[in-house]
T-cell receptor, first 116, second 115 residues
Framework: AQSVTQLGSHVSVSEGALVLLRCNYSSSVPPYLFWYVQYPNQGLQLLLKYTTGATLVKGINGFEAEFKKSETSFHLTKPSAHMSDAAEYFCAVKNYRDNYGQNFVFGPGTRLSVLP | NAGVTQTPKFRVLKTGQSMTLLCAQDMNHEYMYWYRQDPGMGLRLIHYSVGEGTTAKGEVPDGYNVSRLKKQNFLLGLESAAPSQTSVYFC??????????????FGPGTRLTVT
């Protein structure tokens, strides 16, 4: 079974500082990997995804993530935090061969606070 | 193009009452999902559907029923609400390309309180 762990339920950074949100997954087959962002009282929006090809993927709002197979990780980064980045971030994994069953497995989420 | 919409946005039920949450999508997606979100637990899959007329159980299906009579709609029913079902419910849909489904598109959520 697949699983996703996100280190740190709450991360605080200063405005302008580097954002690093950690995601590790377990999967017996090559995964598809996703990062979603949830702003207060809203649904989840896709930030970026990795399916195949280049392991460094760029998303919206200046975020990027790197798929490292040897570390089973897909950490999310942004060079310079902005106040508007304050939100909850979810990492998700999907077995690329599985179109049935429990398609997507979500991590527990990391709440990002940006301090002025 | 409204994407994924959910009604109602908020609801308060008393224990034992029933209700139906409606999810609609206008993107012609094959797959639809119902999740519940609880603090510190991320999203947990309740039920999902891979097409009109088909449904299947997810991780936490007990106490819920679903129906997908039309491709664009996915209904979540609570027959006898319990306080443990207090949560935020999200509907999502995803397209299928080349027999593979990719990312999901989420609705804005329904906040349900059961007293």
């Amino acid at each position: 079974a697949q699983s996703v762990t996100q280190l740190g339920s709450h991360v605080s950074v200063s405005e302008g500082a580097l954002v690093l949100l950690r995601c590790n997954y377990s999967s017996s087959v090559p995964p598809y990997l996703f990062w979603y962002v949830q702003y207060p009282n809203q649904g989840l929006q896709l930030l970026l995804k990795y399916t195949t090809g280049a392991t460094l993927v760029k998303g919206i709002n200046g975020f990027e993530a790197e798929f490292k197979k040897s570390e089973t990780s897909f950490h999310l980064t942004k060079p310079s935090a902005h106040m508007s980045d304050a939100a909850e971030y979810f990492c998700a994994v999907k077995n690329y061969r599985d179109n049935y069953g429990q398609n997507f497995v979500f991590g527990p989420g990391t709440r990002l606070s940006v301090l002025p | 193009n409204a994407g994924v919409t959910q009604t109602p946005k908020f609801r308060v039920l008393k224990t034992g009452q029933s209700m139906t949450l409606l999810c609609a999508q206008d993107m012609n997606h094959e797959y639809m999902y119902w999740y519940r979100q609880d603090p510190g637990m991320g999203l947990r899959l309740i039920h999902y559907s891979v097409g009109e007329g088909t449904t299947a159980k997810g991780e936490v299906p007990d106490g819920y029923n679903v129906s997908r009579l039309k491709k664009q709609n996915f209904l979540l029913g609570l027959e006898s609400a319990a306080p443990s079902q207090t949560s935020v419910y999200f509907c999502a849909s995803s397209p299928m390309y080349d027999r593979i489904n990719y990312e999901q598109y989420f609705g804005p959520g329904t906040r349900l309180t059961v007293t």
